[in-house]
């Protein structure tokens, strides 16, 4: 279940967050998850989500990450494909591409890579 939304779209409470994996642990491997997750250390590896992926200000992530939505306040280097929305906050740093239906980057992000937006499906009749 994802968490109640904010008034932005692209805000959550992060005690709303399911899980938060602290700004202390250096983690490598695989993650997959349904719900939602908060990345505040480092990480290396894939990462498979169907919920919420937040990127903290003080993560470095390093990844192919596949999700529902991300919001990254931090750094990513790595391709993102996002079935439903990336949001890159005013903090963060993403190095590579991103492949997404909606896009929010803030004033401040820096974003080096391309982005592939495909409208949802729609059939005109």
Not at 95 to 102: F, L, Q
Not at 111 to 118: E, K, L, Y
Request: include cysteine; proline fraction near 2%.
């Amino acid at each position: 279940m994802i968490p109640e939304k904010k008034a932005s779209s692209s805000e959550y409470d992060e005690k709303d967050i399911t899980t938060v994996i602290a700004d202390d642990l250096e983690i490598r491997g695989t993650i997959k998850f349904k719900t939602s997750v908060m990345l505040k250390g480092i990480f290396d590896g894939e990462i498979f989500s169907e919920g919420l992926l937040v990127i903290g200000p003080t993560a470095k992530v390093t990844a192919t990450i596949s999700t529902k939505t991300l919001i990254s306040h931090g750094e990513v280097s790595g391709n993102v494909t996002a079935t439903e929305q990336v949001t890159l906050k005013n903090t963060s740093l993403h190095n590579g591409d991103i492949s997404t239906p909606n896009i929010i980057i803030e004033n401040g992000a820096v974003f080096n890579g391309s982005c592939s937006m495909r409208a949802k499906d729609t059939t005109v009749k």
